[in-house]
């Protein structure tokens, strides 16, 4: 592997880094809020409200199901609009948050629906408003289940990261693709390749750690 | 004495799947300042629904159930949410916050009144000193045995200076020492902070121990209510005979044989009263169970006999008993 591939490698993993933390902030950021609205709109839930759970599903589902690569394209106008480019690291991290705002979102919301509902009784007879139990009760008991949650998301957006590189988002997945796959360099497949994984169990790991240590059960 | 809770014509119907079902039906009562007041009853009776109209966890279907005079239903949002902070409640599964600690448990009401952080720490502290939990205020729930649990959930429920707490089948989780040892905590805050109480419970024995009054409810309607003392001497309603007397699983061993029921109360549960119609009569009966519970301090109890067959000892038999002041009634077969 010449100098030159490898240096290339170094500045890869620093990009999906960057690529892989500023999407899943950003999808939090957006995909939190809205997991908890679906939580508390679907049915018997504090603030039962079915129109903006519908709308507000069917927008996730839709998203969702379209294959990321099929997102990655269909959103290089929005892209460009946002950021001002389509290609390169920054411009790669405007998919990848689309992308990952409703995986988020339903993680969100199934994270929420494992808490006893029993505990969002006892909050509504202390007196205690809908957001309140929301926020003091229900995300506080759902913590551990919501960090083994952002675990396996973030894996996803740094899975999704590598795609990235088909239309010219950087990163590791943009080196793989180019040296290893249109130039047949193997070692260099093979060695981003790798790196990829231990990056994802290195998350893993991380993301399996905090929720065991918050985990008071 | 006021009334704390005044339940009039209370109706509660669920839809599901275009099905009605009638939880509550026309239920009147009402539940008096220092008491402790038990509601009792089968599961699937309706108490646990009786008992959440008590804070408006429920909405009533028609009726109204008032607190302190006050209409729950005419309430808004914000003012059911102020009055909610007088009415506690404590469940069957605890219903604690297992990702924060004992203490941070008891806090909770404070917290949402709004009472500054040092105050509530303090106030969370002395609840937690009544139950005798001090020691455990940095653990979490999940450490704690279920008789500690539902402590931390009464100091959490005395916290904010409730005027009556509400118990959902609070005990039925426990074993019967815990469960002696739960209610004589219930008294003992009853008795010191004159708190109301109201018990939903399936067993008789927690109505026995603690309940000054009683409510049975019986599919969904109001079968009987009276002071525990009458209602166990002296049970109107087949609902509550069921519940105070256990049924008779004997035949008469003749056919034309009659079983009846001896009840007593703690005046008579001191004679002899078998040996005394022995004696004066030298008639026998068989007994085929007995059996005597105290309340409040008082013996009742009741006796199922046998009478011999002939139709003419069955009434002087019958005589004697209700001369003495007993309750003779007739036991159906197989009731």
């Given amino acids: ?217 | 004495m006021s009334n704390v809770f005044e339940l009039t014509n209370v109706y509660k119907t669920y839809k599901n799947d275009g099905k009605e079902f009638e939880a509550l039906k026309d239920v009147s009562l009402e539940v008096r300042e220092g008491e402790i007041f038990g509601i009792i009853g089968m599961s699937g009776a309706g108490k646990s629904t009786l008992v959440r109209t008590l804070n408006r966890l429920e909405e009533v279907t028609s009726g109204s159930v008032k607190f302190y005079d006050k209409d729950l239903a005419s309430l808004k949002a914000r003012e059911l949410r102020e009055v909610r902070h007088s009415i506690s409640m404590i469940f069957q599964g605890f219903n604690l916050v297992n990702q924060r600690t004992v203490l941070s448990n008891a806090e909770q009401p404070l917290k949402i009144a709004g009472v500054p952080r040092k105050e509530r720490k303090e106030k969370a502290r002395q609840m937690l000193e009544i139950v005798g939990l001090l020691d455990k205020q940095d653990v979490f729930p999940a450490r704690l045995s279920g008789g500690q649990k539902q402590r931390v959930a009464i100091a959490r429920a005395l916290a904010a200076d409730p005027k009556v707490l509400l118990c959902d089948e609070a005990t039925s989780a426990l074993d019967p020492k815990i469960t002696g040892e739960i209610l004589d905590l219930l008294k003992k805050i009853n008795l010191e902070r004159k708190l109301t109480i109201v018990i939903i419970t399936h067993e008789m024995s927690v109505v026995e121990k603690i309940c000054d009054r009683v409510a049975i409810i019986d599919d969904g309607s109001l079968a009987e209510v009276g002071d525990v003392k009458d209602v166990f001497s002296n049970p109107k309603s087949n609902a509550a005979k069921k519940l105070v007397f256990p049924s008779n699983p004997f035949d008469p061993s003749d056919p034309s044989g009659r079983i009846v029921r001896i009840v007593f109360d703690g005046t008579h549960s001191s004679e002899p009263f078998i040996a005394n119609l022995v004696e004066k009569t030298g008639l026998k009966v068989n007994i085929l169970s007995a059996n005597t519970r105290s309340v409040g301090g008082i013996g009742y109890g009741q006796m199922i006999v046998e009478l011999p067959e002939s139709s003419e000892d069955q009434k002087t038999i019958i005589d004697f008993f209700t001369e003495g002041g007993l309750n003779v009634t007739e036991v159906e077969h197989h009731e």
């Fill in chain 1, 1 to 217: 592997m010449s100098e030159y591939i490898r240096q290339a490698i170094l500045s890869g993993i620093l990009e999906t880094f960057e690529m892989t933390f500023f999407a899943s902030l950003f999808s939090y950021i957006v995909g939190m809020p809205l997991g908890v609205i679906l939580y508390a709109t679907s049915k018997g839930r504090l603030l039962e409200n079915r129109i903006v759970n519908a709308v507000i599903g069917f927008i996730v589902n839709v998203t969702r199901s379209l294959p990321f690569l099929i997102l990655l394209v269909l959103l290089i106008p929005f892209t460009r609009f946002v950021v001002g480019s389509s290609i390169g690291t920054v411009a790669s991290i405007v998919p990848l948050t689309v992308g990952a705002i409703p995986i988020v979102a339903r993680m969100v919301e199934s994270s929420l629906n494992e808490v006893n509902p029993g505990i969002i009784e006892a909050a509504t007879s202390m007196g205690a408003s809908p957001v309140y139990t929301i926020i003091h009760f229900i995300i506080p008991e759902a913590t551990p289940s919501l960090l083994q949650g952002g675990a396996i998301n973030v894996a996803t957006v740094l899975g999704y990261s590598a795609m990235a590189g088909v239309i010219g988002g950087g990163g590791l997945g943009a080196i793989a693709l180019q040296y290893g796959y249109y130039r047949y360099q193997k070692d260099v497949l093979w060695t981003t390749v790798t790196l990829l994984i231990i990056m994802v169990m290195l998350i893993q790991e991380i993301g399996i750690r905090l929720s065991k240590k918050t985990r008071k059960v």
